[in-house]
């Protein structure tokens, strides 16, 4: 007698086959993406293991050695291994900034399939590398900075390719909701990195690289077998990115200065486009031709301190809990996950937000606003007792990282698709390149002063990021009015003004 059909399969066969493919690249982008971030962690959770406190293990077995750092790991031995640490950072970040302006445009030539699938292959081969100078005894600076640096640049096939594949299949109706639940996976996979690398950062920290480089290889993998790039290869039914009538106003036309007519002609160049024969499609936007789309340079430049805020915390958080909080590094590792918990809530908030109130530059900056005197208060207050050193980093990862999130996900997949591209789909690698990557100059630069300034206090840091807040909020300015006068439109006719 034949079992009826599992659940599972039953479910499958009752959705639309469009919302199936939908749905498998959403999980499919999520965890390629949570594995870039798992193996980008490490690094931050091993810093208090390759300089740890010598003096708490004992007496020292070797007595030619340095009393004081006779436990850590050579060249990270010395009284500079704060600026060593930051130089490490560093050297990942800025060739992910600098390799990020370059990939989007290949990830618009190229198929999104092999160009993200090979991009985690090298990630997992480069991240396991770093891991493996344990086993192999390698003392030599430069042997982690180059990996470091190989790593960075093929790193960023990551992000413009799963933003694209998210923009081709879902329109704008509910994108700041999806994508700031999707964007989870940034936290998700810190988390996870934290955990991972926390299991053998005290016995074997060699390993705390090497497993997260196996899991990304392997994901990439499965991408490469399971990923569809575009509805139409698969005969399902590509969104509409812009649904524009007379009742229905786009939440991101504030950023527009394209006039009335512009806008109802699109509307109907969309339709007689739909849907695009292979030999019709446009070419793949420039550099330039990306800069003159409205707003992609407020929101790049406001994700660059945006992102100076979020990765200091990334790379330095478990270190300062260990040097003010006095914990283990495990138990730093841990507690700094907490962070990111704020995060995944932060991002579906600043989404669900964004997308009722049709202004994604007004949410982000509040939430920069509030963060703030939140930043101040955590290193004022937040170690006073664990319940509030918990409450704390989970505000001030939701606050922080919100704004992060929606600029990353929705407003890049928004401006990629924006209406004076005139129906041209092929710009959302190349923006989401441009916004990122001047994101990621911020990245490279924050653990870089963090590592600078921290030797003369960690006040002085929380101020450094303090001030990143307020410029981020500073130039949103301009869209933030535009949005506004966009609400105060509809008001005052609806008030015979």
């Given at each position: 007698?034949?079992?009826?059909?599992?659940?599972?399969?039953?479910?499958?066969?009752?959705?639309?086959?469009?919302?199936?493919?939908?749905?498998?690249?959403?999980?499919?982008?999520?965890?390629?993406?949570?594995?870039?971030?798992?193996?980008?962690?490490?690094?931050?959770?091993?810093?208090?293991?390759?300089?740890?406190?010598?003096?708490?293990?004992?007496?020292?077995?070797?007595?030619?050695?340095?009393?004081?750092?006779?436990?850590?790991?050579?060249?990270?031995?010395?009284?500079?291994?704060?600026?060593?640490?930051?130089?490490?950072?560093?050297?990942?970040?800025?060739?992910?900034?600098?390799?990020?302006?370059?990939?989007?445009?290949?990830?618009?030539?190229?198929?999104?399939?092999?160009?993200?699938?090979?991009?985690?292959?090298?990630?997992?081969?480069?991240?396991?590398?770093?891991?493996?100078?344990?086993?192999?005894?390698?003392?030599?600076?430069?042997?982690?900075?180059?990996?470091?640096?190989?790593?960075?640049?093929?790193?960023?096939?990551?992000?413009?390719?799963?933003?694209?594949?998210?923009?081709?299949?879902?329109?704008?109706?509910?994108?700041?909701?999806?994508?700031?639940?999707?964007?989870?996976?940034?936290?998700?996979?810190n988390i996870l990195g934290s955990l991972i690398a926390g299991a053998w950062v005290s016995s074997d920290w060699g390993l705390s690289f090497v497993v997260p480089g196996i899991i990304i290889t392997t994901v990439g993998i499965i991408c490469f077998f399971f990923l569809v790039e575009?509805?139409?290869?698969?005969?399902?039914?590509?969104?509409?990115?812009?649904?524009?009538?007379?009742?229905?106003?786009?939440?991101?036309?504030?950023?527009?200065?394209?006039?009335?007519?512009?806008?109802?002609?699109?509307?109907?160049?969309?339709?007689?486009?739909?849907?695009?024969?292979?030999?019709?499609?446009?070419?793949?936007?420039?550099?330039?031709?990306?800069?003159?789309?409205?707003?992609?340079?407020?929101?790049?430049?406001?994700?660059?301190?945006?992102?100076?805020?979020?990765?200091?915390?990334?790379?330095?958080?478990?270190?300062?809990?260990?040097?003010?909080?006095?914990?283990?590094?495990?138990?730093?590792?841990?507690?700094?996950?907490?962070?990111?918990?704020?995060?995944?809530?932060?991002?579906?908030?600043?989404?669900?937000?964004?997308?009722?109130?049709?202004?994604?530059?007004?949410?982000?900056?509040?939430?920069?606003?509030?963060?703030?005197?939140?930043?101040?208060?955590?290193?004022?207050?937040?170690?006073?007792?664990?319940?509030?050193?918990?409450?704390?980093?989970?505000?001030?990862?939701?606050?922080?990282?919100?704004?992060?999130?929606?600029?990353?996900?929705?407003?890049?997949?928004?401006?990629?698709?924006?209406e004076s591209l005139k129906g041209n789909a092929k710009a959302l690698s190349t923006v989401t390149a441009i916004i990122d990557g001047t994101g990621s100059v911020g990245a490279a630069l924050g653990p870089l002063l963090a590592g600078l300034i921290s030797p003369t206090g960690w006040n002085n840091v929380f101020y450094m990021l303090i001030a990143a807040d307020v410029l981020a909020c500073l130039l949103l300015a301009r869209v933030v009015v535009k949005e506004a006068r966009g609400w105060?439109?509809?008001?005052?006719?609806?008030?015979?003004?």
């Open positions: 007698m034949r079992a009826a059909l599992a659940p599972g399969v039953r479910l499958l066969r009752a959705l639309p086959r469009d919302s199936r493919y939908r749905g498998l690249t959403l999980v499919l982008t999520f965890l390629s993406y949570t594995s870039y971030h798992l193996s980008r962690k490490p690094i931050s959770i091993v810093k208090s293991q390759l300089h740890p406190n010598c003096s708490a293990l004992g007496p020292n077995p070797h007595n030619d050695s340095n009393s004081t750092t006779w436990c850590s790991w050579a060249p990270f031995d010395g009284d500079n291994y704060k600026e060593l640490f930051g130089a490490l950072d560093n050297a990942f970040l800025v060739a992910y900034a600098i390799g990020m302006f370059i990939s989007g445009i290949f990830g618009e030539r190229l198929p999104l399939r092999y160009y993200l699938s090979g991009g985690m292959v090298l990630s997992g081969l480069f991240t396991s590398l770093f891991g493996l100078g344990y086993f192999w005894d390698i003392h030599v600076l430069w042997y982690f900075i180059v990996v470091q640096v190989c790593n960075g640049l093929v790193q960023t096939t990551g992000w413009p390719a799963v933003v694209a594949c998210v923009g081709n299949w879902f329109g704008k109706g509910k994108r700041g909701l999806i994508m700031g639940i999707w964007n989870s996976h940034t936290s998700v996979g575009y509805p139409e290869d698969v005969d399902c039914n590509p969104p509409l990115h812009h649904v524009m009538t007379t009742s229905e106003k786009d939440p991101e036309a504030v950023t527009s200065n394209e006039s009335p007519h512009s806008l109802s002609g699109q509307s109907s160049l969309d339709h007689s486009n739909s849907p695009k024969e292979p030999a019709e499609e446009p070419e793949a936007i420039s550099f330039l031709g990306a800069l003159r789309i409205p707003g992609v340079v407020e929101f790049s430049l406001c994700l660059l301190f945006a992102k100076l805020v979020s990765y200091t915390f990334l790379y330095w958080l478990p270190l300062y809990i260990v040097n003010v909080a006095h914990f283990g590094a495990k138990e730093a590792g841990d507690l700094s996950t907490l962070f990111d918990v704020g995060g995944i809530l932060g991002g579906i908030f600043a989404g669900l937000i964004s997308d009722y109130t049709g202004g994604r530059a007004t949410t982000c900056c509040v939430m920069l606003v509030v963060a703030a005197p939140m930043l101040f208060l955590y290193n004022h207050v937040g170690q006073n007792g664990i319940g509030t050193s918990i409450a704390m980093l989970i505000i001030c990862g939701a606050l922080v990282n919100g704004p992060y999130a929606l600029i990353t996900t929705a407003v890049s997949a928004d401006l990629g698709t924006h105060c439109g509809p008001m005052a006719r609806q008030r015979g003004y």
